[in-house]
T-cell receptor, first 109, second 119 residues
Framework: GQNIDQPTEMTATEGAIVQINCTYQ??????LFWYQQHAGEAPTFLSYNVLDGLEEKGRFSSFLSRSKGYSYLLLKELQMKDSASYLCAVMDSNYQLIWGAGTKLIIKP | GAVVSQHPSRVICKSGTSVKIECRSLDFQATTMFWYRQFPKQSLMLMAT?????????EQGVEKDKFLINHASLTLSTLTVTSAHPEDSSFYICSAREGTSGGAPYEQYFGPGTRLTVT
């Protein structure tokens, strides 16, 4: 079956760095997405990786290793507004997104 | 660019009635639209995928006679929850895919969601 695993909840301090991991097993691979979702709102796109390596976009970076079925989202200089759920999703061979359950990130002052 | 709107944002209805939710792509043509349901503290659950002009493909366990999806044009899809029951209360989110290459290919753009409460 298809499976996406990510931690349920993480806590970090304002100004610090946090890494959210995601491991996956899917039928085919056409890229991995990270989305941010604030409570009661729809997800917003953060990043897309289809090749191995690190993609940096401002305070957020995303890493992919296809051979290991592994990705992480790195958030630097954490701000209180970064408190949200972070969803990892993999696009399978049918171009369908398979979603992880999300990681709730709590930022403390 | 790539804005998806959803209407209504919140709706309360009585058990047994039907509710229609609209999803529109405002500045692009959506070849494919997706409907998701999300219960509190859970991830998105794909309900169905629809391509313009053809019947929707429903995920296993989703009743197609209860959740009617119409993708009549490249910018509009509707989800109708028929004979709603309290267990249908959820956050319904649509997303649209342009299907072009470049940038983040096959990226889905999400609508703001519709909070349905069935009393």
């Amino acid at each position: 079956g298809q499976n996406i695993d990510q931690p349920t909840e993480m806590t970090a301090t304002e100004g610090a760095i946090v890494q959210i991991n995601c491991t996956y097993q899917t039928s085919g691979f056409n890229g991995l997405f990270w989305y941010q979702q604030h409570a009661g709102e729809a997800p917003t796109f953060l990043s897309y990786n289809v090749l191995d390596g690190l993609e940096e976009k401002g305070r957020f970076s995303s890493f992919l290793s296809r051979s290991k079925g592994y990705s992480y989202l790195l958030l630097k200089e954490l701000q209180m507004k970064d408190s949200a759920s972070y969803l990892c999703a993999v696009m399978d061979s049918n171009y369908q997104l398979i979603w992880g359950a999300g990681t709730k990130l709590i930022i403390k002052p | 660019g790539a804005v998806v709107s959803q209407h209504p944002s919140r709706v309360i209805c009585k058990s047994g009635t039907s509710v229609k939710i609209e999803c529109r792509s405002l500045d692009f043509q959506a070849t494919t639209m997706f409907w998701y349901r999300q219960f509190p503290k859970q991830s998105l659950m794909l309900m169905a995928t629809s391509n313009e002009g053809s019947k929707a493909t429903y995920e296993q366990g989703v009743e197609k006679d209860k959740f009617l999806i119409n993708h009549a044009s490249l910018t509009l899809s509707t989800l109708t929850v028929t004979s709603a029951h309290p267990e249908d209360s959820s956050f319904y989110i649509c997303s649209a895919r342009e299907g072009t290459s470049g940038g983040a290919p096959y990226e889905q753009y999400f609508g703001p969601g519709t909070r349905l409460t069935v009393t």
